[in-house]
């Protein structure tokens, strides 16, 4: 298993992951929180949900939309967004729109082929979870998420934008 | 002209440290070559057949001497003493060695030069009218939308690993000189009838293996709303371009797949939802930018001028080089000078050390410090004095750079092709010599008249041989060079996508075919008639006869 970093404090840090990754071969523990993916969770889902005593995630594909998930998001702790190549960028849009336009306040994680070159653009966009495929430590991580003093664009992020800075 | 602040100049300094960190982890084998690839491409740079090339941005193809000098210097000092102008308004230096990068970064990013995003699946340099600023035609001045773009796109969070490389053209005259329609978004700034501008937004032109001129798919987009709007076409992209087929993947293809109404429909509807608020530049920051480009300190100046027409009427080839190569100023007293690097037996579009250095001294001397690199890979002094025009022609006569053959049969648009790029098929560079050799006499070329020749090596079309009057495709025929013409594209205003005209022919046959189609055209042309205007009224079939007749 991979480690997981999570972003606190302004930096990353090595995090405990609470979650069980549930592949739709496996069967569902008993109990302890879970990430499911998108089919098993329309399937599954409110079950799981309404039983309480746990947390529950969901796997969504970049080939899959967020906005299916609009009305359970409330109730989902951690969506994880796959990168099955680094050069995949759908999961950044998915990110923003989850952050900016749904006000999603859980984790959201990247996980697949994640490198620590995307650090900054994943930060920017709003995961604060990560799932390193090239070894990168949460040191490694910090360094290349705040490599630039200065962002030109608006995102889903708080940094202040140039424009900001220049007073306009 | 923009000038870059403390955060402009800082933005470049981080990202010179960061590819210096990504280089010396890959010399101390840290990182594969595989792992390597997509961080060096991010900088411009590329393996080629015999070396790296380094791409430099050319934001908007604007330039200022001490830029140009730079360039020089990294051509002397890195490279074989020159380099090479892209139609994307950059610069190439196609002998670079690894572990010299991260020092020319280092000394680009001194004068505010650099190489984001001039390779990878993002949004590549924005190119605009290299006549901005100093054309009467314009109804406002591009480049401000396109320093706009600049920021913006610079290290997108959101959209640095979309489908494909994604290319945006800007233009506000009504003479398109950035091959707008065939970008994968071309914007042309109109004037309302209430005096308000916005832009036509055209989606989905391209060339490569599948050629497309752009739809319209907003005919008026007001310019405040530039930023939201772009978002939003690039994130239907992001989410919907095709990812299984490096072939398929640009926007173009998505755009005709859907259909440039359903398309344009997406991206209405992905608009509405966007906070305008957050995503459109504030007015500030705009004020802020157009008042850079607003700064030329021209003089009150006589629209005629003695020196001026005196040396033209006694000096025959300074009145050519006016005919040709200088063009009008929206300002009294100046003009628009093209600087041609089509010299016979040059590399289309090369330029050495030296006359960098040359354009450099004119700009500093004669120019207000502006250069400006073409898309047809020429050069341009934007602003100069009519008075001065006798000693800045006579300096470029000096240094190779005053070819009056500015969109004449000459002033041809080539690739690299075999002799530098891994995936040529053929070579363009001497086809393009042997046909500049074969018009080499001024007076036919002037006699006639536009037409523009641009050469591709291989299907990829860098050349753009789609939208060329005479188009020329470099293919492999069993391991032979061999060449496909295409007649009747063009790339400017008057966009379309050219028909070839039969079977290949061999590389020492294409700048004879050149000349029986230039023959043909002679024959038919009417008055005021260019090349492709003759071409739509007569068609293909005159021309065809004329270069296969005989061999039949």
Request: glycine fraction near 8%; charged fraction near 25%; include cysteine.
């Amino acid at each position: 298993m991979p480690k997981l970093i999570e972003l606190a404090d302004g930096g990353a840090r090595w995090a405990e992951d609470a979650f069980v990754n549930v592949t739709d071969e496996d069967a569902i523990p008993e109990t302890g929180d879970v990430i499911l993916s998108l089919a098993r969770f329309e399937a599954e889902g409110d079950a799981l949900l309404s039983s309480n005593s746990r947390r529950v995630g969901v796997r969504i594909e970049s080939n899959e939309e967020i906005e299916v998930l609009a009305y359970d998001l409330p109730r989902i702790a951690v969506v994880a967004l796959a990168f099955p190549k680094y050069r995949d960028g759908r999961a950044y849009t998915s990110a923003r729109l989850l952050r900016e336009r749904f006000k999603y306040e859980g984790q959201i994680r990247a996980v697949g082929d994640v490198l620590q070159e995307q650090a900054g653009f994943m930060v920017r966009c709003g995961f604060d979870a990560f799932e390193p495929n090239d070894g990168a430590t949460p040191e490694a991580w910090t360094k290349a998420a705040s490599r630039f003093r200065h962002v030109y664009q608006r995102a889903a992020d708080e940094r202040v934008v140039a424009f900001e800075e220049r007073g306009n | 002209m923009y000038q870059y602040d403390l955060i402009d100049k800082e933005f470049l300094v981080d990202r010179s440290n960061e590819f210096r960190g990504q280089v010396a982890r890959r010399l101390a084998g840290e990182l594969t070559e595989d792992q390597f690839k997509p961080l060096r491409l991010m900088n411009g740079l590329y393996l080629q057949l015999h070396a790296y090339m380094l791409r430099i941005a050319v934001p908007y193809g604007s330039l200022n001497p001490t830029q140009m000098r730079r360039l020089a210097e990294i051509a002397r000092d890195y490279d074989k003493g020159y380099g090479h102008f892209t139609t994307r308004q950059n610069i190439q230096f196609n002998w670079i060695k690894l572990r010299d990068a991260p020092d020319i970064l280092d000394k680009l990013a001194e004068v505010d030069l650099h190489a984001i995003q001039t390779s990878g699946n993002c949004i590549r340099n924005t190119t605009s009218d290299p006549y901005a600023g100093a054309t009467a035609e314009e109804i406002d001045d591009p480049r401000v939308w396109s320093e706009v773009i600049r920021q913006w796109s610079t290290l997108h969070p959101e959209f640095s690993f979309l489908p494909r490389k994604f290319k945006i053209a800007i233009t506000a005259s009504a003479k398109d000189r950035t091959a707008a329609k065939v970008h994968d978004i071309g914007l042309l700034l109109r004037q309302g009838r209430d005096g308000s501008h916005g832009f036509e937004v055209i989606v989905g032109g391209g060339q490569g293996r599948t050629p497309y001129v752009g739809p319209t798919i907003k005919e008026f987009l007001p310019t405040d709303r530039l930023l939201s709007y772009l978002e939003a076409i690039l994130r239907v992209y992001n989410r919907h371009g095709r990812r299984d087929n490096i072939y398929k993947a640009r926007i173009k293809i998505l755009v005709a797949a859907l259909g440039a109404e359903e398309f344009a429909r997406q991206v209405e509807e992905e608009w509405e939802k966007i906070d305008a608020a957050r995503a459109d530049l504030p007015a500030g920051e705009l004020g802020r930018i157009r008042a850079a480009f607003a700064t030329t300190p021209f003089e009150t100046l006589p629209v005629r001028s003695e020196a001026f027409e005196t040396a033209k009427a006694n000096d025959s080839a300074f009145a050519r080089f006016v005919r040709n190569n200088v063009r009008a100023h929206k300002q009294p007293g100046y003009a628009i000078v093209e600087v041609s690097l089509k010299a016979q037996e040059q590399t289309p579009g090369d330029a050495s050390a030296e006359q960098m250095e040359v354009v450099a001294d004119l700009a500093e001397r004669y120019g207000f410090n502006d250069v400006r690199v073409t898309h047809a890979q020429n050069l341009v002094l934007p602003h100069v004095k009519l008075d001065d025009l006798p000693t800045v022609f006579a300096a470029l006569q000096a240094s190779g750079l005053a070819t009056p053959n500015i969109d004449l049969i000459s002033d041809i648009i080539a690739c690299p092709g075999l002799d530098y790029c891994a995936l040529a098929n053929a070579r363009a560079i001497p086809i393009a010599q042997d046909i500049a050799r074969q018009f080499a006499d001024p007076d036919r070329a002037e006699e006639v008249g536009e037409l523009k020749i641009k050469i591709s090596g291989c299907i990829n079309a860098c050349g753009h041989h789609h939208v060329a009057h005479i188009g020329v495709l470099g293919v492999d025929k069993k391991g032979e060079e061999f060449y496909q013409l295409s007649l009747g594209g063009s790339g400017a205003e008057d966009a379309s996508i050219g028909k070839i005209l039969g079977p290949a022919l061999p590389a020492d046959r294409v700048a004879s075919a050149v000349d029986q189609l230039v023959g043909a055209y002679l024959n038919v042309r009417a008055d005021g008639e260019r090349f492709l205007d003759t071409y739509r009224r007569v068609g293909l079939e005159p021309f065809k006869e004329a270069v296969y007749a005989q061999a039949d």
